[in-house]
């Protein structure tokens, strides 16, 4: 590969600091790195591969001689600033929701639908972090054995909605066990009507109602896996929870396959040859996954895996992955390698 000339825009906030930290990892050729932010955060100083940034306010005319922008700083900003860098020459790939169902823009999991690049008109979205796991698990099923059906429940860690909530949450929970009063500013929705208690607790609210009943990440995650999948006529549904579990969704999901008869063998041998896949799955020895032992790490985990007792083309599986990484980093950074693979970053 190219060394290649490369922006971050939200570098300060908890996706970001894990996008430079990927890129690092995995030595990503960078020509020129800038980092850019909201003008509240402009002027720190971060560090990347031993050299110090200073931390810029970004404009259009940030993204001069940019080849590529990863951009995490919510979609307001995306909205405003990817058209900018598009007019400039980047690529951008925005980890917001702001591009996601646009169908000019592809919506990408490298493992499923890579090929899907080669269409993108300069902005790609990266999918919402609930959906990038279960799609990566899912996907080998799907094309082995067809896929009907999808009943997903999630249990999703407070990084995901970020580093003001995670501090919300050890704050509550230093003050429920000194036994002192406190008021929740932040979660379920920082700008919803109502606040709740995180710490000890478990919330079945992410993001905004809407009026159908679901909120805006259970049908983002119902809409961006047909999207992913190119199958429109996918039944999906989703009921998206808080829990306060610092760093790590997990996902208890139930599938139904176009083809019956599969045995949970050969299923589990499906996905321990999937790409970014590690299965996890002994119950006679307690082996699972679990959030706490999936941070740091870019792969999704699955275990679980068992036949439903009622239906011959129906299973259940447990599916767990570091919503900042594979969520959201590391499924950004895996993008901007496949653009360079594919040959189509300029």
Same mark, same amino acid.
């Given at each position: 590969?190219?060394?290649?000339?490369?922006?971050?825009?939200?570098?300060?906030?908890?996706?970001?600091?894990?996008?430079?930290?990927?890129?690092?990892?995995?030595?990503?050729?960078?020509?020129?790195?800038?980092?850019?932010?909201?003008?509240?955060?402009?002027?720190?100083?971060?560090?990347?591969?031993?050299?110090?940034?200073?931390?810029?306010? *970004? /404009?259009?005319?940030?993204?001069?001689?940019?080849?590529?922008?990863?951009?995490?700083?919510?979609?307001?900003?995306?909205?405003?600033?990817?058209?900018?860098?598009?007019?400039?020459?980047?690529?951008?790939?925005?980890?917001?929701?702001?591009?996601?169902?646009?169908? =000019?823009?592809?919506?990408?999991? %490298?493992?499923?639908?890579?090929?899907?690049?080669?269409?993108? =008109?300069?902005?790609?979205?990266?999918?919402?972090?609930?959906?990038?796991?279960?799609?990566?698990?899912?996907? %080998?099923?799907?094309?082995?054995?067809?896929?009907?059906?999808?009943?997903?429940?999630?249990?999703?860690?407070?990084?995901?909605?970020?580093?003001?909530?995670?501090?919300?949450?050890?704050?509550? /929970?230093?003050?429920?066990?000194?036994?002192?009063?406190?008021?929740?500013?932040?979660?379920?929705?920082?700008?919803?009507?109502?606040?709740?208690?995180?710490?000890?607790?478990?919330?079945?609210?992410?993001?905004?109602?809407?009026? =159908?009943?679901?909120?805006?990440?259970?049908?983002?995650?119902?809409?961006?896996?047909?999207? !992913?999948?190119?199958?429109?006529?996918?039944?999906? *549904?989703?009921?998206?929870?808080?829990? %306060?579990?610092?760093?790590?969704?997990?996902?208890?999901?139930?599938?139904?396959?176009?083809?019956?008869?599969?045995?949970?063998?050969? !299923?589990?041998? $499906?996905?321990?040859?999937? %790409?970014?896949?590690?299965?996890?799955?002994?119950? *006679?020895?307690?082996?699972?996954?679990?959030?706490?032992?999936?941070?740091?790490?870019?792969?999704?985990?699955?275990?679980?895996?068992?036949?439903?007792?009622?239906?011959?083309?129906?299973?259940?599986?447990?599916?767990?992955?570091?919503?900042? $990484?594979?969520?959201?980093?590391?499924?950004?950074?895996?993008?901007?390698?496949?653009? *360079?693979?594919?040959?189509?970053?300029?």
């Amino acid at each position: 590969m190219s060394n290649y000339h490369v922006a971050v825009v939200g570098a300060t906030g908890a996706v970001g600091q894990q996008m430079l930290k990927t890129l690092e990892e995995r030595d990503f050729p960078i020509a020129s790195l800038k980092l850019l932010s909201s003008k509240r955060s402009a002027g720190k100083v971060l560090t990347f591969k031993g050299k110090e940034y200073t931390v810029e306010e *970004a /404009t259009p005319e940030s993204f001069e001689g940019v080849q590529i922008a990863l951009f995490s700083a919510g979609g307001s900003v995306s909205k405003a600033l990817a058209p900018e860098a598009v007019k400039r020459g980047a690529i951008v790939v925005d980890n917001t929701s702001a591009f996601r169902m646009d169908p =000019n823009v592809p919506l990408v999991v %490298p493992e499923v639908n890579e090929e899907d690049l080669r269409t993108h =008109n300069g902005i790609i979205a990266n999918p919402n972090c609930s959906t990038i796991q279960m799609v990566v698990a899912l996907e %080998p099923i799907r094309e082995k054995y067809g896929l009907k059906k999808v009943i997903v429940s999630t249990y999703q860690a407070v990084s995901g909605a970020g580093l003001e909530a995670i501090e919300e949450m050890k704050q509550q /929970t230093k003050d429920i066990l000194e036994g002192n009063e406190f008021t929740p500013e932040i979660l379920p929705v920082g700008g919803d009507k109502k606040h709740y208690q995180i710490a000890f607790n478990a919330i079945p609210q992410i993001d905004l109602f809407q009026d =159908n009943g679901y909120t805006f990440e259970e049908l983002k995650m119902i809409n961006e896996t047909k999207k !992913i999948m190119h199958m429109a006529e996918l039944e999906v *549904a989703a009921t998206c929870v808080r829990l %306060p579990i610092e760093t790590g969704h997990s996902e208890s999901v139930y599938i139904e396959t176009e083809k019956g008869g599969a045995t949970v063998a050969e !299923i589990k041998d $499906l996905l321990s040859l999937a %790409p970014g896949v590690t299965l996890q799955d002994d119950p *006679a020895n307690q082996v699972y996954p679990l959030a706490s032992e999936c941070v740091g790490k870019n792969d999704v985990f699955v275990g679980r895996i068992r036949h439903d007792l009622d239906r011959d083309n129906g299973y259940h599986m447990w599916i767990v992955s570091d919503n900042l $990484l594979k969520g959201a980093a590391w499924n950004s950074v895996q993008i901007a390698e496949s653009l *360079a693979k594919l040959e189509l970053l300029s």
